[in-house]
Nanobody, 124 residues
Framework: QLVEAGGGLVQPGGSLRLACSAFGFELGTYAIGWFRQSPGKEREGVSCISMGFKGYYVDSVKGRFTIARDNAKKIVYLHVTSLKPEDTAVYYC????????????????????WGQGTQVTVSS
């Protein structure tokens, strides 16, 4: 099971640290991805981190979001900064069960074991 936390209401330019906690399995044996979904839009990939701690980002968040993992605590973090109103969405994490050591991608169908999501609202 994955459980997301850390969302909230922030002003434009603000920051949050989202957390994805794993229960019942060894987080270190999987790549983990972060996705988001806004009302009326399809779920989209945001970032992922490989088993080898390599992070990948979609262009819209490069330089603003940072992904990290702490396998001992079984948590993957997404530090989101310089937030914009268009970042408003429910943010989800999921497991990439077939990734290799240093790769991952943000293709939706590659992922399973989705969390329930955490709401991020960027508004003044």
């Amino acid at each position: 099971q994955l459980v997301e936390a850390g969302g909230g209401l922030v002003q434009p330019g603000g920051s949050l640290r989202l957390a994805c906690s794993a229960f019942g399995f060894e987080l270190g044996t999987y790549a983990i991805g972060w996705f988001r979904q806004s009302p009326g839009k399809e779920r989209e990939g945001v970032s992922c981190i490989s088993m080898g701690f390599k992070g990948y980002y979609v262009d819209s968040v490069k330089g603003r979001f940072t992904i990290a993992r702490d396998n001992a605590k079984k948590i993957v973090y997404l530090h989101v900064t310089s937030l914009k109103p268009e970042d408003t969405a429910v943010y989800y994490c999921a497991v990439y069960p077939t990734s290799t050591w240093d790769t991952c991608d943000t293709t939706l169908r590659s992922y399973e074991l989705w969390g329930q999501g955490t709401q991020v609202t960027v508004s003044s």
